[in-house]
């Protein structure tokens, strides 16, 4: 199903493949903002789902590629993609809720997969949430101004990266506690 949504938009991009006006500052936000509030997000934070994050950034991948953006907006936009990405996959990582952690406990026979499974997952997801930081830091360098409009500041670039580094911490932890609690023989079992 999203292999269809990401082709259409693909397709839409191909068929509208015309050029288009650069679009302003202001008026490139306020776009922003309108997708971000269809899905009930913000700049700062994701929509509440998997798949409302996914149409998201299905919506904003295809603005990107059917609009000319200056290079604030194409700044602004790629953080925001990238930064959506991150979120979905962590999603994905914390897709069994607390069974994706070894926090709450944790049984061999079925905990070992799923565990390791998601705490893989949580380090991709975390490996995207860097180049979201380094994309944001980035921004807020360029474009000071700009960011301040936003209230985007090197304190939201922190913040971000200590709840990345906590996310790889846990994921990390999880990983090496399931694997020395729980060996597996030759046959996997």
């Known amino acids: 199903m999203k292999k269809i949504f990401f082709l259409m938009v693909f397709a839409l991009v191909f068929l ?56 604030p907006l194409n700044s602004l936009y790629n953080f925001r993609i990238k930064f959506l990405e991150a979120e979905s996959m962590s999603y ?14 944790f049984g061999c026979k079925k905990g070992y997969d799923r565990i390791t499974n998601s705490s893989r997952i949580r380090n991709n997801s975390v490996v995207l ?18 960011t301040k409009s936003l209230n985007l500041t090197q304190k939201d670039v922190l913040i971000l990266k200590t709840i990345y580094f906590q996310e790889q911490e846990t994921a990390e932890r999880d990983a090496r506690l399931i694997k020395s609690a729980c060996k597996k023989d030759e046959d996997g079992n």
Do not use: H, M
């Not at 006006?21 to 009930?40: A, R, T």
């Not at 994905?92 to 406990?105: F, H, M, P, Q």
């Open 16 to 71: 509208y493949s015309c050029t288009s006006p650069e679009l302003d500052f202001e008026e490139g936000v306020d776009k922003l903002n309108e997708f971000n509030s269809e899905y009930g997000s913000t700049l700062k934070n994701a929509p509440e789902t998997k798949e409302k994050t996914d149409e998201l950034i299905a919506q904003l991948t295809g603005f990107v590629a059917l609009n000319a953006l200056i290079d």
């Open 92 to 105: 994905e990582g914390w897709g069994w809720g607390r069974a994706s952690t070894t926090k709450y406990g």
């Open 129 to 146: 949430g860097y180049e979201a930081v380094d994309l944001l830091e980035s921004f807020v360098d360029s474009y000071p101004e700009k």
